[in-house]
């Protein structure tokens, strides 16, 4: 008697109630999968687009928006701050490297952003074709950019003020692809890059050459420009601190000596997560509730389904088959249930952000991928193996302690 033929039969003369107890389960995986690989996947891309910034210096006002616009890139400035000030921040003892950031500028909702060479270091980005920016009006493109827009070397186009199509062309100062990036899998993915004077040109309202200044009188930043010049600003500067007495000294000094604001992204992205942590926590928590009614309803089943057979299972023992075979092909029904709709459910979850990536043309930004499978997922299986043996435990026994003669003798 081939025992996994045994269980499928038993489970397809109830095919309603396999199919619901499949589907019950299946819905509790799918949300765990669903919170499990997003919140993974968010997590590590946090990391890695803060790797070596220690610290953002912006306009004052909310730290959280800072971050979000000039790390993430996904919210507006605070507003500027002088370049001036900005370059006496660049050479304090206590910052290793400041890169400066000129915000304001999009183009199909991708944003410009006006930086150094540095910028891309700081990704290790690496060309696909062409070349980094190298004078005004020069930009070089993310990969996700250059892809989703079609773009490609020697292109023209003009951008908009703000992040939406509908702001103010800048149709006098068109931009030049000069170079497209291979995918980072960061956020340089959806950044269009060009330099600093870039941003300055195309809202200046009289475009005047100025002398080129020399080694003494230039900005650090921005060497193109005079550390003089007390019309220049920018958005932010992207600090890495010396020694690790900078990050107890200087964000003190910045937010009270200057009028400027710092703002830590690991302090922010941490305190962003234990917002969003309740949400997660509760959904978590709807997952379980499903899964424990699951296991209830896998339970009864298999307990009632028992008493249905009890006649077939005496028939079973007096054909020859032993008290552990029919003990263990209640466990294997069990099993199989709460295997199947794990492996539905897992599905279900990567189906789902799938869906998602798809339908939602902002989730690019995101960067979540529903291929990326994690090792927390096997534990789900590994939990759904047990979860079986459990809801079999009483149902199994059952079995085995069927008495043929009472059950054949119709007591």
């Not at 309603?16 to 499990?36: C, R, V, W």
């Not at 420009?225 to 010396?242: M, P």
């Not at 809801?391 to 199994?396: A, E, F, T």
Request: aromatic share 8%.
């Amino acid at each position: 008697m081939n025992l996994f033929k045994l269980v499928v039969a038993y489970l397809k003369a109830r095919p309603l109630n396999t199919l619901l107890n499949i589907l019950l389960l299946s819905l509790g995986i799918a949300m765990i999968t669903l919170l499990l690989v997003v919140n993974n996947q968010v997590q590590e891309k946090i990391a890695d687009n803060t790797k070596g910034i220690d610290l953002v210096v912006g306009a004052k006002g909310s730290p959280l928006q800072l971050i979000l616009c000039n790390v993430f890139h996904i919210d507006f400035p605070t507003g500027n701050i002088k370049l001036q000030d900005a370059d006496k921040l660049a050479q304090h003892r206590l910052v290793k490297s400041a890169i400066p950031m000129a915000l304001g500028d999009s183009y199909r909702n991708y944003r410009i952003i006006g930086t150094t060479h540095a910028y891309a270091t700081l990704y290790h980005a690496e060309l696909a074709s062409g070349m980094l920016w190298n004078t005004d009006m020069e930009v070089t493109l993310g990969a996700n950019v250059a892809e989703q827009l079609g773009l490609k070397l020697g292109d023209k186009f003009v951008s908009a003020h703000g992040l939406s199509e509908a702001g103010h062309a800048h149709e006098a100062h068109p931009f030049i692809v000069k170079g497209i990036l291979q995918p980072t899998f960061n956020v340089l993915d959806n950044l269009i890059l060009t330099n600093v004077s870039s941003i300055w040109l195309v809202h200046a309202h009289d475009a005047e050459d100025t002398a080129k200044p020399d080694s003494v009188t230039a900005s650090v930043l921005v060497p193109t420009v005079l550390a003089s010049d007390s019309t220049r600003e920018l958005t932010s500067l992207l600090i890495k601190y010396r020694n690790p007495i900078a990050a107890i000294q200087l964000p003190r000094y910045i937010n009270s000596q200057t009028s400027m604001q710092a703002a830590s992204p690991s302090f922010e992205a941490a305190r962003l997560f234990s917002i969003l942590g309740v949400g997660i926590e509760a959904l978590t928590g709807f997952a379980y509730v499903l899964i424990f009614i699951s296991a209830l309803s896998i339970f009864l089943a298999l307990y009632n389904s028992l008493k249905e057979r009890r006649y077939d299972l005496a028939i079973m023992r007096s054909m020859g088959a032993s008290r552990s075979k029919l003990l263990w092909a209640t466990q294997v029904e069990g099993i199989t249930l709460t295997l199947c709709g794990s492996l539905v459910g897992i599905l279900l979850g990567h189906g789902a952000i799938y869906l998602f990536t798809m339908l939602v043309a902002e989730s690019a930004t995101a960067g979540v991928s529903a291929l990326v499978f994690y090792e927390q997922e096997l534990f789900l299986l590994a939990g759904s193996l047990v979860l079986g043996i459990i809801c079999s435990v009483i149902p199994s026994w059952q079995a085995y302690r069927t008495d043929i003669h009472n059950v054949l003798a119709g007591n």
